[in-house]
Structure formats: C-alpha cells, structure tokens
T-cell receptor, first 111, second 113 residues
Framework: TQLLEQSPQFLSIQEGENLTVYCNSS?????LQWYRQEPGEGPVLLVT?????EVKKLKRLTFQFGDARKDSSLHITAAQPGDTGLYLC???????????FGDGTTLTVKP | KAGVTQTPRYLIKTRGQQVTLSCSPI?????VSWYQQTPGQGLQFLFE???????NKGNFPGRFSGRQFSNSRSEMNVSTLELGDSALYLC????????????FGPGTRLTVL
C-alpha cells in the first residue's frame, strides 16, 4: 500500500507568518498534486509537479517536488486569513488508475 | 470550460433507504472517480470509471455501486444506508485513466438519520 504522510496535521498561525507543509512517502510517484479544500466544498487543484527537483511558484505559494519524486513541500509566505483551509497532497503513478491522498493539513491563519 | 458538477449538493436520508448521486465531468474528460470524505477517515477512494467500465475499486462493501454513461456522466448508488455512510461524497474527473491530474466537483453532503 502506498502511503502519503502529511505533516503537520494541524497548523495555527498569525497573519503574516511563513509556514511549510510536508508530504512524504517511501514510494516514487510520476507526479504529485496539491489541493486546497474549504469546509463543505470539493478540493481545488493548486498545482501539479512532475519533474524531480521541480519548483513551482503560485503567488505566495511555493511548491517543491523532491529529487527522488517521493516527497513534496508547500511553503506559504506571509500567510493571510484567506489561506485558511485543508491542504491535501496526492501522489499519482501513471497507469495506476488512482491517486494516493495524504490525510491533509488543516491550516488556520488568524488575523 | 465548465467544471465538474455534482447533484444534489445536500441530501438527508434515513437508515435503510437508498440514494443515487450524480456527477457530470469536465467536457472531454472520460474518467470519473468517486471518493468518500469523513473527518475521521479522510479521503477514501470508492471506484473509478473510464469509458463506461469500472477500472479500479476501493475497499467498500457491495452496497456502494456506480456506473458511467456513454456521455461520461456517472452515478453512484448506496443501498441500505447506514449511519456511518454520512459523509461528503466527491467526484473527480480527468481526461483518461492514464492522466495524473484530477479535478474535483463541489461534493454531495449526505446525512443519514
């Protein structure tokens, strides 16, 4: 069974602080997706990373895929209350037919 | 391009009843996956359909079933509902079963009383 472990599980910070969320596995993935989900809504895709060592930036969010394609991180700079939500990582293996999801990181940014 | 749509958004049923949830994928996407999300278990994979055939199945009892139509729309059915079936049911679509990135719908919140 492929597992994706996310850490931390919960994170509560003040507006303006920086944070990093980690997604780790012992398995190699062909790509990894990060999603953000608000209560009662479906996950919204933030980014897909494909190449080992790849770094993608989306405004204040920086995503990195590990060199061995087994892990990833999400770094948020100067967090805002609007960043509050559940962050999910999902690892995919081409032709495997389904993705493996982490348990998520619940982020709360206080004003 | 319109996103994934799910109907209904909210549903209240009683134990023993059955329910059918519907999902329309993004235009051109032929793979649809279903997930159950609960606070305690996180996101659990139910099954995936591609070109009207079930391609993958998670570890759920036979009370959970699905199908896909020729226009790629999919339905999920749960028979003999139990209290533990209360959850957010999410549908995700992707271009093919060999495409990595999935796009989720808003979900159907099912409450079983």
């Amino acid at each position: 069974t492929q597992l994706l472990e996310q850490s931390p599980q919960f994170l509560s910070i003040q507006e303006g602080e920086n944070l990093t969320v980690y997604c780790n596995s012992s398995s190699v993935f062909s790509s990894l997706q990060w999603y953000r989900q608000e209560p009662g809504e479906g996950p919204v895709l933030l980014v897909t990373v494909v190449t080992g060592g790849e770094v993608k930036k989306l405004k204040r969010l920086t995503f990195q895929f590990g060199d061995a394609r087994k892990d990833s991180s999400l770094h948020i700079t100067a967090a805002q209350p609007g960043d509050t939500g559940l962050y999910l990582c999902a690892g995919a293996r081409t032709n495997a037919g389904k993705s493996t999801f982490g348990d998520g990181t619940t982020l709360t940014v206080k004003p | 391009k319109a996103g994934v749509t799910q109907t209904p958004r909210y549903l209240i049923k009683t134990r023993g009843q059955q329910v059918t949830l519907s999902c329309s994928p993004i235009s051109g996407h032929r793979s649809v996956s279903w997930y159950q999300q609960t606070p305690g278990q996180g996101l659990q994979f139910l099954f995936e359909y591609f070109s009207e055939t079930q391609r993958n199945k998670g570890n759920f009892p036979g009370r959970f079933s699905g199908r896909q139509f020729s226009n790629s729309r999919s339905e999920m059915n749960v028979s003999t509902l139990e209290l533990g079936d209360s959850a957010l049911y999410l549908c995700a679509s992707r271009e093919t079963t060999f495409t990595d990135t999935q796009y989720f719908g808003p979900g159907t919140r099912l409450t079983v009383l």
